[in-house]
T-cell receptor
Framework: GAVVSQHPSWVICKSGTSVKIECRSL??????MFWYRQFPKQSLMLMAT?????????EQGVEKDKFLINHASLTLSTLTVTSAHPEDSSFYIC???????????FGPGTRLLVL | DAKTTQPPSMDCAEGRAANLPCNHS???????VYWYRQIHSQGPQYIIH???NNETNEMASLIITEDRKSSTLILPHATLRDTAVYYC?????????????????FGKGTKLSVKP
């Protein structure tokens, strides 16, 4: 199947700093990518949809100025958590749909811990 | 999107078949049934999907009832590595993913524990 990677796989940062997470589709192009967040013992919640060449669309309750998304190319989307706080600690997962297959492929996730 | 209902947890003996049920009584005609699983601390992994007919691949089989209101994912010979949360998701099979139309909505899934 198609491969989606994320970097870093885990990050620890101090409160108030910004953290950038990369999501790459390794063997296919993705004009759209999705960013999810998962808190412990909970299911994945969609945060935003990243669109190549245009602005991201955010789900209700997700602050666009705090979670900056840049879809710089057909294989790369980045999520920047600005001024991170402990409550932003979570498991962040991206996915990319493989056009023509009706299937989405997920990255391995990035675990963020804000101290 | 149609809502799905899954049991919160199931146990299965190693080497036996694991049958995971999913109810989706409000499914509409253009919606597919997708199955994903999430092993602890990893991203979800695609397993299989289907519209009307039963499907089989190297990982599993998907049995969809004739009225499409429920389905069963079958892992024919479960191993310890199949321990995971299994998500049944109903979604229109959109080819061109524009905007947020293509995203998957995850419920709570079924936590499958395969025991030796």
């Amino acid at each position: 199947g198609a491969v989606v990677s994320q970097h870093p796989s885990w990050v620890i940062c101090k409160s108030g700093t910004s953290v950038k997470i990369e999501c790459r589709s390794l063997d296919f192009q993705a004009t759209t990518m999705f960013w999810y967040r998962q808190f412990p013992k909970q299911s994945l919640m969609l945060m935003a949809t990243s669109n190549e060449g245009s602005k991201a669309t955010y789900e209700q309750g997700v602050e666009k100025d705090k979670f900056l998304i840049n879809h710089a190319s057909l294989t790369l989307s980045t999520l920047t958590v600005t001024s991170a706080h402990p409550e932003d600690s979570s498991f962040y997962i991206c996915s990319a749909p493989l056009q023509g297959s009706k299937t989405q492929y997920f990255g391995p996730g990035t675990r963020l811990l804000v101290l | 999107d149609a809502k799905t209902t899954q049991p919160p947890s199931m146990d299965c003996a190693e080497g036996r078949a694991a049958n995971l049920p999913c109810n989706h009584s409000t499914i509409s005609g253009n919606e597919y049934v997708y199955w994903y699983r999430q092993i602890h601390s990893q991203g979800p992994q695609y397993i299989i999907h289907g519209l009307k007919n039963n499907e089989t691949n190297e990982m599993a089989s998907l049995i969809i009832t004739e009225d499409r209101k429920s389905s069963t994912l079958i892992l024919p010979h479960a191993t310890l590595r199949d321990t995971a949360v299994y998500y049944c998701i109903v979604r229109a099979g959109i080819v061109n993913y524009g905007g947020s139309q293509g995203n998957l909505i995850f419920g709570k899934g079924t936590k499958l524990s395969v025991k030796p």
